[in-house]
T-cell receptor, first 116, second 113 residues
Framework: GAGVSQSPSNKVTEKGKDVELRCDPISGHTALYWYRQRLGQGLEFLIY????????KSGLPSDRFSAERTGESVSTLTIQRTQQEDSAVYLCASSFTGTSSYNEQFFGPGTRLTVL | DQQVKQNSPSLSVQEGRISILNCDYTNSMFDYFLWYKKYPAEGPTFLISISSIKDKNEDGRFTVFLNKSAKHLSLHIVPSQPGDSAVYFC????????????FGKGTTLSVSS
């Protein structure tokens, strides 16, 4: 597709369960980012991938959060033992990182996670 | 400690008038600034950006102004249209692809006809 896609669009889970969120970036974009937006807040950076490696994981809030990227394409964000404070919209973005590129990131529609 | 601040949670404007959305930042290392527009249940959409080497960038009805000494930027929309009603986020980063964007909390713009 032409844009960033994410699945599922909505996820409701029980506290303590694990969840996996998927992101398909724009074809050819080497950089991929995960953000989350809690109610009434701005977007909060979680992790950045360049190719399949993650040079910046500084935003991951705890060791319950992990992410991987394979084939310089799809990325999965995993949250283990979910807590109610994990409820948020999780947004994925991608960008091209050529030598003359600026930091314009293109976002997917997000996954709304609700932890009961 | 918020590095990017949008102090007005909401703004109401009449159709045809100018909308001015403001953003302040604290980190002097930021040198690239972006505005995103977000409709409910959709991801943010890139609107316009400005590098710190400029003080103005214009794209159609949208103009972004940057005042580096005041660490302030603003987005002007003129004329405003009802379809502009959305949440507008200001974001900042180092002018280098592959760095995290730091976002403000957003301003909800309502344009009435």
């Amino acid at each position: 597709g032409a844009g960033v896609s994410q699945s599922p669009s909505n996820k409701v889970t029980e506290k303590g369960k694990d969840v996996e969120l998927r992101c398909d970036p724009i074809s050819g974009h080497t950089a991929l980012y995960w953000y989350r937006q809690r109610l009434g807040q701005g977007l909060e950076f979680l992790i950045y991938f360049q190719g399949n490696s993650a040079p910046d994981k500084s935003g991951l809030p705890s060791d319950r959060f992990s992410a991987e990227r394979t084939g310089e394409s799809v990325s999965t964000l995993t949250i283990q033992r979910t807590q109610q404070e994990d409820s948020a919209v999780y947004l994925c973005a991608s960008s091209f990182t050529g030598t003359s590129s600026y930091n314009e990131q293109f976002f997917g529609p997000g996954t709304r996670l609700t932890v009961l | 400690d918020q590095q990017v601040k949008q102090n007005s949670p909401s703004l109401s404007v009449q159709e045809g008038r100018i909308s001015i959305l403001n953003c302040d930042y604290t980190n002097s290392m930021f040198d690239y600034f972006l505005w995103y527009k977000k409709y409910p249940a959709e991801g943010p959409t890139f609107l316009i950006s400005i590098s710190s080497i400029k003080d103005k960038n214009e794209d159609g009805r949208f103009t972004v102004f940057l005042n580096k000494s005041a660490k302030h930027l603003s987005l002007h929309i003129v004329p405003s249209q009802p379809g502009d009603s959305a949440v507008y986020f200001c974001a900042a980063s180092a002018n280098q692809a592959g760095t995290a964007l730091i976002f403000g909390k957003g301003t909800t713009l309502s344009v009435s006809s």
